[in-house]
């Protein structure tokens, strides 16, 4: 017994020294030895059903709009000083930073013939500004107007083949509905976010003279300005303006332009080359219990006309100092901010009809609203 187990491992010895010198020398020598693992089985989607929008994705209405929204890039050149050149200037202040500036941005293609609707304050005062569409195509774009007022500019670019948004309905938008939110937040290239509306007719926010947000959380940054609010049809409902940030980026607090505004906005720049907005040629304020008592109004509810500029369309219509207008037509009137947006939006030479509660009760009065001054003063 014990020679047997002395010839097995002195065999086992050579066959594994014999395995590993032909391993080493001539591994091709065993490539027929080994036994191919077995296969693992795997199961796996047929590509119809891969290829299928998963419930509750919102990649067809990002498909239909992302190609309409555009980056834009402007830059702007340093202007001198009166006294760049001056040598004494120049050696106690020192050589003056004439590098152009440059800022991003991002707008909407809202015809074929080229118009893009985007932010005044991405296009102000810049002396170049080039658009940049998702197909990486390249234009210079001509400023064809802007409004201050409203933080919108419209753009002209010359291209065949454009892509263009559909306008959507914002006047029938409800808080809790799906948006989505385009553009090109830090020059990072195009992004989509998703959010609700959070809000709406946000006013009284310092940003615009007009202002009648969409609120939303849908993720909006520094380079968004301009972009699209969309709804999940891919159709347009705003444009992303501006953000609520203590760090400079998203906080879930964004705000939309409707595009109901920047539809009435590029119109009238395109037609008539200004927006046109109706005025009335009142001083509004906020009704408090201190000015009802004052005037001697019981109104629970409007905004009190404090003044009436003489021969204004406000009073040669009636209007009288201590009249609350609680309700311009069909909509009513709670606020400064709501009472500025409805009389701007009345058409010049059209009257409307004015609600107003006075002291005997209350009454109407027809308004033949007037061409909103250009140089703003403090009426409405």
Do not use: C
């Not at 395995?19 to 795997?42: E, M, R």
């Not at 001056?86 to 991003?104: A, I, K």
């Not at 040629?281 to 629970?300: D, H, K, M, R």
């Amino acid at each position: 017994m014990k020679r047997f187990w002395l010839f097995f491992s002195q065999s086992v010895t050579v066959l594994l020294a014999a395995y590993f010198v032909v391993l080493t020398l001539k591994p091709d020598w065993l490539d027929g030895i080994y036994v191919q693992p077995a296969s693992v089985a795997l199961l796996e989607a047929p590509a119809s059903v891969a290829t299928a929008v998963p419930a509750g994705s919102f990649r067809l209405a990002a498909q239909k709009s992302s190609s309409a929204v555009v980056s834009i890039n402007t830059s702007k050149n340093a202007r001198s000083g009166p006294h760049s050149s001056d040598p004494w200037f120049r050696f106690f202040f020192g050589e003056q930073d004439n590098t152009p500036q440059v800022g991003l941005g991002s707008g909407v293609i809202v015809s074929a013939n080229g118009y893009i609707l985007t932010n005044n304050h991405v296009v102000e005062s810049a002396d170049e500004i080039e658009v940049i569409l998702n197909d990486s195509r390249r234009a210079p774009a001509q400023v064809i107007g802007t409004d201050p007022d409203s933080d919108l500019a419209v753009l002209k670019i010359e291209l065949n083949r454009l892509p263009v948004m559909v306008l959507g309905n914002s006047d029938s938008l409800q808080v809790g509905d799906q948006v989505l939110a385009i553009g090109n937040p830090f020059g990072v290239g195009q992004t989509v976010t998703s959010g609700i509306v959070s809000a709406l007719g946000r006013n009284q926010l310092g940003i615009n003279t007009f202002e009648n947000f969409i609120q939303t959380d849908a993720a909006i940054n520094p380079g968004n300005s301009g972009g699209a609010l969309v709804d999940i049809n891919g159709n347009l409902l705003g444009i992303n303006t501006a953000i609520y940030s203590r760090s400079g980026g998203s906080m879930g607090i964004g705000f939309a332009i409707p595009v109901s505004t920047a539809k009435m906005v590029l119109e009238g720049i395109v037609k008539d080359g200004q927006v046109t907005r109706g005025w009335i040629g009142v001083e509004p304020n906020e009704l408090t219990p201190e000015l009802a008592q004052t005037f001697g109004v019981a109104a629970q509810q409007g905004v009190i006309i404090t003044g009436v500029l003489q021969n204004g369309p406000a009073a040669l219509a009636g209007m009288k100092p201590g009249d609350v207008v609680t309700k311009i037509g069909d909509m009513p009137v709670h606020n400064v901010a709501e009472l500025l947006s409805q009389v701007a939006a009345l058409k010049p030479g059209t009257t409307a009809i004015f609600e107003v509660q006075r002291t005997n009760g209350k009454s109407s009065v027809q308004v033949t609203p007037d061409v909103r001054p250009k140089a703003h003063r403090p009426t409405q």
